[in-house]
């Protein structure tokens, strides 16, 4: 039973460990009122939020209702003691990680074997509580207030890889929910919070691929870490979905011990806030992409030979960025660079711009000014300064006779290479005040011609493989 003075001679720190300024929440059993408020009061001063139940059965009520970082309970208490709660706890699947106290007058070595054997985390006498308890519950609480209150769901078809997934897990303090396909691992998500997604790959119904573009397309699960498990023979799958949203991904079979630092690694703060900042510049770069996209469409919106051109110089791109190979980052940037390659055009006069006859050379010599015109309106835009040498160099020519630095072969941006190509297209298929547009065939002729002198002849070849003579 309580001594009424536990905490008599405890001093009251200003400061506490960090961790508990975060509120943890604990759950104080015992019979003694006395004991309650000491602790209560102790607790409260370390930072905590402190529930009572004056038994084991209003313990286990309590702890089965609610979210506790940490039980303390005194052993000899009417209707349940503190073992028979430790016990049906540490049984429970959903709260056996609660770590628990055990602060008892009874301090005999029978009783904290019996506690040990239990699975508490510390067994401290009533006696000691002023020297011991602040301690260990810090102690204790540092190990699991960050991952307490975090539930991770595991999605894997396998019944195996489920169950040890989340034995492990839960044996490390998370809160694990389960799912057998991407379909049902949605519709939790729809119903529950979840901290992190651990997802297979193959799986029937909705696989890790569909599951992973669907949760990074939402606004409300898009921020939700997604780690990919899955064999060895997937890495460039793997890889790919790092592109559609994934935040990592493990390689089956993994070390148990690494999936658990890997999903503390992703549940700090620390991680939360770098994911929001990237997702911040991601979402700024849209912006800026959307801005200058409207103010080139505006540009080729006043000339009907112009009139959609970049889009259409874009849209050629993916199909041959994919054809060649890129990855879904590298067909993202091409489709941009196609979009903006005559972006220095707004720098150019409209009376040269929509002259209706032949330029004459000086006006011609201003406007092979706008590659870097273009180049130069995006230099102060670090997110998109890879795309640079692509604006830069759309009208080099594979011979080195092209504008503005005379670049030759491969010195000249592969993507420049492939906008010069799609852009020659496109310029071939388009009226023109002087003529009408060729016909595809044509248009595929003259191209082919021009391999290796104007144009790279890689990106003629994939430009002919994929649409054809
Ligand atoms: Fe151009």
Same mark, same amino acid.
Do not use: W
């Given at each position: 039973m309580g001594e009424p003075s536990i905490f008599e001679n405890s001093s009251c720190r200003e400061e506490e460990d960090h961790l508990l300024k975060s509120s943890p929440r604990i759950l104080v059993v015992d019979d003694s009122s006395t004991v309650r408020v000491a602790l209560r009061i102790e607790l409260e001063r370390m930072g905590a939020a402190v529930s009572?139940?004056?038994?084991?059965?209003?313990?286990?009520?309590?702890?089965?209702?609610?979210?506790?970082? *940490?039980?303390?309970?005194?052993? %000899?208490?009417?209707?349940?003691? /503190? #073992?028979? !709660?430790?016990?049906?706890?540490?049984?429970?699947?959903?709260?056996?990680?609660?770590?628990?106290?055990? *602060?008892?007058?009874?301090?005999? %070595?029978?009783?904290?074997?019996? /506690? #040990?054997? !239990?699975?508490?985390?510390?067994?401290?006498?009533k006696s000691?509580?002023?020297?011991?308890?602040?301690?260990?519950?810090?102690?204790l609480l540092g190990r699991n207030v960050l991952l307490r209150r975090r539930t991770i769901l595991v999605v894997d078809d396998s019944v195996t890889t489920r169950h040890l997934v989340q034995k492990s897990l839960l044996a490390a303090g998370f809160y694990v929910l389960t799912a057998e396909n991407g379909a049902k691992?949605?519709?939790?998500?729809?119903?529950?919070?979840?901290?992190?997604?651990?997802?297979?790959?193959?799986?029937?119904?909705?696989?890790?691929?569909?599951?992973?573009?669907?949760?990074?397309?939402?606004?409300?699960?898009?921020?939700?870490?997604?780690?990919?498990?899955?064999?060895?023979?997937?890495?460039?799958?793997?890889r790919k979905l790092l592109q559609f949203g994934a935040t990592s991904y493990l390689v089956k079979p993994f070390n148990i011990d690494q999936l658990v630092v890997m999903a503390e690694q992703f549940l700090s703060d620390h991680f939360?806030?770098?994911s929001e900042e990237k997702k911040r510049l991601e979402a700024e770069r849209e912006i800026i992409i959307g801005s200058i996209t409207s103010l080139i469409l505006a540009l080729e919106a006043r000339d009907k030979y112009t009139r959609g051109h970049s889009e259409s110089v874009a849209t050629t791109l993916v199909h041959m960025a994919q054809h060649m190979g890129f990855n879904a980052e590298a067909v993202e940037k091409a489709k941009i660079a196609g979009k903006l390659h005559d972006l220095g055009k707004i720098g150019i006069r409209d009376d040269i711009l929509l002259k209706p006859s032949d330029l004459t050379k000086e006006e011609w010599e201003i406007l092979?000014?706008?590659?870097?015109?273009?180049?130069?309106?995006?230099?102060?835009?670090?997110?998109?300064?890879?795309?640079?040498?692509?604006?830069?160099?759309?009208?080099?020519?594979?011979?080195?006779?092209?504008y503005p630095e005379g670049l030759k072969g491969d010195r000249i941006h592969l993507v420049a290479r492939m906008i010069a190509v799609a852009d020659t297209y496109d310029a071939l298929t388009s009226d023109r005040p002087y003529r009408k547009g060729f016909p595809h065939d044509k248009a595929l002729t003259i191209i082919e011609e021009a391999k290796g002198t104007q144009l790279c002849p890689d990106c003629v070849q994939s430009f002919i493989d994929l649409l054809g003579k």
């Open positions: 009572e139940a004056v038994d084991g059965i209003y313990g286990f009520e309590s702890a089965i209702r609610e979210d506790f970082d *940490l039980i303390i309970t005194d052993i %000899e208490m009417p209707r349940m003691d /503190g #073992f028979t !709660l430790c016990r049906k706890i540490k049984s429970h699947n959903a709260k056996k990680s609660i770590p628990i106290i055990i *602060l008892s007058s009874n301090y005999t %070595e029978e009783s904290i074997e019996r /506690g #040990f054997k !239990l699975g508490v985390a510390a067994y401290i006498s000691n509580a002023k020297t011991e308890l602040r301690e260990c519950v810090r102690e691992a949605l519709k939790i998500l729809h119903n529950q919070s979840v901290d992190l997604i651990l997802s297979d790959l193959n799986m029937p119904e909705l696989d890790g691929i569909g599951l992973c573009r669907q949760v990074h397309a939402s606004p409300e699960l898009g921020r939700i870490p997604f780690i990919i498990m899955s064999s060895n023979g997937d890495r460039a799958t793997m939360q806030r770098l092979k000014t706008h590659p870097s015109i273009g180049a130069a309106i995006l230099s102060p835009i670090p997110s998109l300064a890879d795309i640079i040498p692509a604006i830069a160099g759309h009208h080099e020519r594979f011979d080195g006779k092209g």
